[in-house]
């Protein structure tokens, strides 16, 4: 019988398994049933919770077939076949829509800015500046982190407008700038035009040493994705640190765009970041327990992702050998993402690592694509449709055998927002996150101060709009011919 993949005779785990005729085809009105089935039902993390998944559901072929045609659709099928608090695992209709990370770019005028209620009104709100991108038009105005503005070209900015005016509105705008001091904006009569243009993000917002106690602190905000785009910048940012001496690292995400990523890059960030555990094993996979015994038996390396020692082919990784980092959460109210809960778990095991912010969700999961071909890799992929599956299929754990489905809680609690009339300057005492972070290696406090005293509605954050969903951690695996 077809269902009974080679896939289970090399595991050994089915006892009693039925041949049916190798010749056999799969039905045409069914062709994408059926790979939806057995996609799942090889390497669905959860396969052994799902009745409908189990291998000793159908009896035959006939058997499947009648279950598969019960579905109105495919979509419905794989809908019916996941664990109901799965929201992760996803159906693509097109695989050509799949896409590879780019160089970050934008049409910009590089003001990133916040929205609250005017305290005064119930339609009326105030704009306030968060920061401004290097090298854009705003960089060149007078304009700067912590000021505020309430009316665009002479109009007012509402709950129902300031999206259209500032957002989706005119590319050239003049800003009516605002002195607030929580209850009441007076205008100051200065004004800032702005332009928008296209604008391409650099790799590191802002990197710099930070001398305390007699050692230098790394400070580094990190704005992009991890993909393999800025890995490089980011190795030769190690390096400028290592030859400072740094030992210590803030990395700090708080406007970092970034969601899931590939684990093969988490664990070259891993290695830029460590590097004195030469060829040590950084992630483990543990996949359903088909697979996983599968993988065990036949290429148990496959499981383990290794501190690497390369960047690519022709670029050597400047270990930083850190002893401690301090991660100041990305994320909307500073939640992290799938991808620094899995960075922070697997260095976890090897340094002290310091979370900043609030709460993480516990994304221990990760994913594959999976296309209908014997191997389910891409090369060999049935032509007759473009149908692929990104399943949940295994979840992380560290070297020391530890995983995070519950999430990490912070050793500073941060507020959800930023405080408009306290931000201070990025990279300085004056910013209250860095400084409770600088206060917290010297003395150990972990105390911040208290959240919202104004008690201020937050509408609007133009960082948070960019964040891309949140699709998990993706790995690369070859898988056995199933066929």
């Known amino acids: 019988m077809r269902i009974n993949l080679k896939f289970y005779l090399l595991i050994l785990v089915f006892s009693s398994i039925v041949s049916c005729s190798k010749d056999y085809e799969v039905p045409q009105d069914i062709i994408v049933h059926d790979f939806v089935w057995k996609g799942l039902n090889a390497y669905y993390l959860y396969q052994d919770q799902i009745e409908d998944l189990s291998d000793r559901r159908f009896n035959s072929d006939e058997e499947l077939n009648t279950f598969l045609r019960s579905f109105p659709d495919y979509n419905t099928l794989f809908s019916s076949l996941l664990l109901s608090t799965d929201n992760r695992s996803l159906l693509l209709e097109d695989y050509n829509t799949i896409t590879t990370s780019e160089i970050r770019t934008s049409f910009t005028n590089g003001m990133e800015f916040g929205i609250i209620a005017d ?31 309430n009316a665009v070209d002479g109009v007012l900015l509402t709950r129902t407008n300031y999206e259209s005016i500032l957002i989706t509105g005119s590319n050239d705008f003049t ?12 205008p100051n009569g200065k004004t800032v035009s702005l332009q928008k243009e296209a604008y391409t993000y650099p790799a590191t917002f802002l990197e710099k040493t930070i001398p305390l106690n007699g050692e230098d602190i790394g400070y580094l905000i990190y704005n992009n994705d991890f993909s393999k785009n800025y890995l490089e910048n980011l190795n030769n940012t190690a390096l400028n640190f290592k030859n400072q001496g740094v030992k210590k690292l803030v990395l700090d995400l708080r406007y970092n765009i970034a969601s899931g990523a590939f684990a093969s890059n988490i664990e070259k960030l891993g290695s830029i970041l460590l590097g004195q555990f030469s060829d040590e094993v950084f992630i483990k996979e543990q996949w359903n327990t088909k697979a996983q015994t599968w993988f065990l038996a036949n290429q148990p390396d496959s499981l383990l992702n290794r501190f690497s020692t390369l960047l690519n082919q022709n670029t050597a990784i ?5 002893t401690d980092i301090y991660i100041i959460l990305n994320g909307n109210s500073f939640t992290g993402s799938s991808a620094i809960e899995l960075l922070i778990n697997s260095l976890d095991a090897y340094m002290n690592v310091h979370v900043i912010g609030n709460q993480t969700a516990g994304n221990n999961t990760g994913s594959i694509t999976l296309y209908d071909s014997e ?49 201070g300057v990025l990279g300085e005492n004056s910013d209250p996150i860095l400084n409770s972070v600088l206060n917290y290696i010297t003395n150990g406090n972990t105390t911040f101060p208290a959240c919202n005293q104004n008690n201020f509605e937050f509408i ?24």
């Open 119 to 149: 305290p005064n009104s119930t339609e009326n709100v105030i704009g306030y500046v968060t920061h401004i991108l290097s090298n854009s038009n705003a960089s060149s105005q007078n304009i700067e982190r912590g000021e505020f503005f």
């Open 175 to 186: 800003l009516s700038m605002v002195n607030f001091d929580g209850n009441i904006a007076t």
């Open 318 to 322: 400047n270990h930083l050998e850190l």
């Open 375 to 423: 191997d389910y890799d891409f090369g060999l992929k049935d032509e007759s449709h473009t149908v692929a599956l990104q399943p949940l299929v295994l979840s992380f754990l560290n070297n020391n055998d530890q995983t995070y489905d519950n999430g990490f809680s912070p050793r500073i609690q941060l507020c959800n927002n930023e405080a408009p009339l306290n931000l």
């Open 460 to 483: 609007f954050n133009s960082i948070n709009q960019q964040r891309t969903i949140d699709r998990g951690v993706f790995i690369k695996q070859d898988l056995p011919n199933t066929y």
